[in-house]
Antibody, heavy 121, light 107 residues
Framework: QVQMVQSGAEVKNPGASVRVSCKAS????????ISWVRQARGQGLEWMGW????????KYAQKFQGRVTMTRDTSTRTAYLDLRSLTSDDSAVYYC??????????????WGQGTLVTVSS | DIQMTQSPSSLSASIGDRVTITCRAS??????LNWYQQKPEKAPKVLIY???TLQSGVPLRFSGSGFGSEFTLTISSLQPEDFATYYC?????????FGQGTKLQIQ
């Protein structure tokens, strides 16, 4: 079965960087894109960006441009989210999501368990 | 960016009720609309994709409709496990924006 297993919770100081990993299993890694979605406590879902597991091409939400980098390692079937210059507003649960596509409709089918990132001095 | 607006933001209903949630896009997204259910402390789960296709394993009491810029999610007869927060999302273009969510509570 498909699984997306994320790294553990992180506590960071303001101004620091964080890396969240997402290890995929149960499918051919390079076949599907992976998106990253975050959710601040008590708030809604926010799409951060996408990476093609095949080519490594990325698309980022404008809000995060210049502060986020998404990469993947095909040898270990792992996707990474790097977020820099953290502020308290970045405190949230971060999810990796494997996409699916049917008749050119893309949707988010397999979600990681979420990684809590807390930014606090 | 395409803005997604859900209504209502919260809703109280009883077991067995029929419930409808609306999602409007700020521009046409054809049929590229997905619905997710999220329970507390859990990752979201897709219910419907492509506006009206039920994801495998999702109960038949869930249905979706719409095209263009207006969409609905209907639950025909509420069950206890349906009390959750529901999100719409457009996948027509990036950024793949979500609605703000509709919290469905027990009356």
């Amino acid at each position: 079965q498909v699984q997306m297993v994320q790294s553990g919770a992180e506590v960071k100081n303001p101004g620091a960087s964080v890396r969240v990993s997402c290890k995929a299993s149960g499918y051919t890694f390079t076949t599907y894109g992976i998106s990253w979605v975050r959710q601040a406590r008590g708030q809604g879902l926010e799409w951060m960006g996408w990476i093609s597991a095949y080519s490594g091409d990325t698309k980022y939400a404008q809000k995060f441009q210049g502060r986020v980098t998404m990469t993947r390692d095909t040898s270990t079937r792992t996707a990474y989210l790097d977020l820099r210059s953290l502020t308290s507003d970045d405190s949230a649960v971060y999810y990796c999501v494997r996409e699916a596509e049917v008749s050119r409709v893309v949707y988010f089918l397999y979600w990681g368990q979420g990684t809590l990132v807390t930014v606090s001095s | 960016d395409i803005q997604m607006t859900q209504s209502p933001s919260s809703l109280s209903a009883s077991i067995g009720d029929r419930v409808t949630i609306t999602c409007r896009a700020s521009q046409s997204i054809a049929g590229h609309l997905n619905w997710y259910q999220q329970k507390p402390e859990k990752a979201p789960k897709v219910l419907i994709y492509g506006a009206s296709t039920l994801q495998s394993g999702v109960p038949l009491r869930f249905s979706g409709s719409g095209f263009g810029s207006e969409f609905t999610l209907t639950i025909s007869s509420l069950q206890p496990e349906d009390f959750a927060t529901y999100y719409c999302q457009q996948s027509y273009t990036e950024p793949r924006t979500f609605g703000q969510g509709t919290k469905l509570q027990i009356q």
